[in-house]
């Protein structure tokens, strides 16, 4: 065999190897990423099948007798379940039976009274909130009712008096002691507000912090340590953050407890670094010949970066906007240190208001001992996911709609 078909066969043999070598990486990539999808999709499907339940409720009807004066409407719900069973006449039977229905029944009633004053002196038929053992009984969760008890739920359900129906005080209601009663809505505005402070603060500030940085900062030492900080903030715990806030933002500044103002203060902080580094990384992937183009035609280098260059790394610069504010929606730490874990009933107004936020609610509601509030925080985990999936699908439309390809 001659040289040249020796080194031919040479060649094809590693050409095979090559090729076999790729093939293998391309399975292992494949592989890593059905893997990482297999585990998403695993976990997608464990919070919606366990916090679906939450998104309905269990409801009872009654036949109350309001009196014409007078406002003790809780014992005039204790009347109309009396009524209903009147065998019960026990005080320990008659405590077994009030705790059928929810506390927040007498505030249903009370709202219903108020709206129509005429109903006064008559008999009201009303569905009122069951009471969460009820509610999970009804659900196939293990009840924590006595026999007697399931026994009464029985009956109401033979004589249609006790169904479920949509939730809507999950998403209306404020935070509650009682699970049947707790909802998100505090917590959204509270998240809400949040991340429109944090935006209206962080995203000018790192823009033009990158901008300058990138086109007009000159190659110092000390820009080359601010550039070092920089990197090293976004690295930083989330915590630190809220310790910067607690002391600078409440106890230097005063500003109050509990405000999505502070909240979002802090957040912004937390997302500058990242705004700053991706808003860079979008000015440099800009042609310079963008930049030579425009100052030839005798813009100015303001009028080159800011009507040229910055509008082509806008799309770079957005995405990272949306991921860093995505990733502070879900921040519980600093919010837990500057206190949005206060109670709070009534809707936040402003950003002065005291509230909460969603990944604040969840920690409450995860340290609480009532079972009730087990599918309600994963209720409130599953909202949560769908405002982070919805940012990061966000980011992900507005690049590939706008991003140019040099």
């Known amino acids: 065999m001659s040289e040249i078909a020796e080194k031919k066969l040479r060649m094809a043999a590693i050409r095979k190897k090559r090729h076999r070598a790729e093939t293998r990486f391309r399975l292992f990539g494949m592989a890593a990423v059905s893997v990482g999808l297999i585990f998403l999709a695993v976990l997608f499907a464990v919070v919606l099948f366990s916090g679906l339940s939450a998104f309905k409720q269990t409801v009872i009807h009654l036949d109350i007798p309001v009196e014409a004066s007078g406002d003790n409407y809780q014992a005039m719900v204790k009347l109309s379940l009396r009524n209903a069973f009147q065998d019960v006449t026990s005080r320990r039977h008659k405590r077994e039976l009030y705790a059928l229905v929810s506390s927040g029944a007498a505030y249903q009633l009370k709202d219903r009274v108020q709206a129509a004053p005429v109903l006064r002196g008559t008999m009201v038929s009303i569905w009122v909130t069951a009471s969460a053992d009820v509610d999970m009984a ?11 008890q399931l026994a009464w739920v029985d009956d109401l359900k033979t004589k249609e008096r006790l169904k479920t129906q949509f939730n809507w005080r999950f998403f209306t209601g ?16 509270g998240s809400l507000f949040s991340v429109f402070v944090c935006l209206a603060l962080s ?7 990158a901008v300058y940085l990138e086109e007009f900062a000159p190659r110092t030492r000390w820009t080359d340590f601010i550039e070092v900080n920089i990197n090293n903030l976004a690295a930083v715990p989330s915590i630190v953050f809220g310790l910067l806030g607690l002391a600078v933002f409440l106890n230097a500044f005063g500003l109050p407890r509990s405000a999505p103002l502070v909240g979002g ?36 280098p303001l009028q080159a970066v800011f009507h040229h260059v910055l509008p082509l790394a806008m799309p770079g610069v957005l995405t ?3 991921i860093g504010t995505a990733r502070a929606l879900g921040e519980t730490a600093p919010l837990l240190m500057i206190g ?13 208001s005291p509230a909460t936020a969603l990944p604040v609610q969840v920690f409450l509601w995860a340290d609480s001992p009532e079972r009730g509030f087990e599918e309600r ?5 599953l909202i949560l996911l769908l405002f982070t999936c ?17």
């Open 138 to 148: 009804i659900k196939g969760e293990t009840p924590r009712l006595t026999d007697r």
């Open 174 to 189: 404020g935070d509650s002691r009682e699970p049947e009663l707790a909802g998100i809505a505090v917590a959204t505005l």
């Open 203 to 209: 995203f000018p500030l790192g823009v033009l912090t």
């Open 265 to 300: 203060m802090v957040l912004a902080l937390m997302t500058l670094p990242t705004i700053i580094i991706t808003g860079r990384a979008a000015l440099k992937a800009v042609p310079p010949s963008i930049r030579e183009a425009a100052l030839a035609v005798g813009a100015s």
């Open 320 to 322: 990272g906007t949306i």
């Open 340 to 352: 949005m874990v206060a109670f709070v009933v009534d809707l936040p107004e402003t950003i002065l």
């Open 377 to 381: 925080t994963i209720a409130a985990i």
């Open 390 to 406: 919805l940012m990061n699908l966000t980011a992900v439309l507005l690049r590939k709609k706008y991003e140019i390809r040099w």
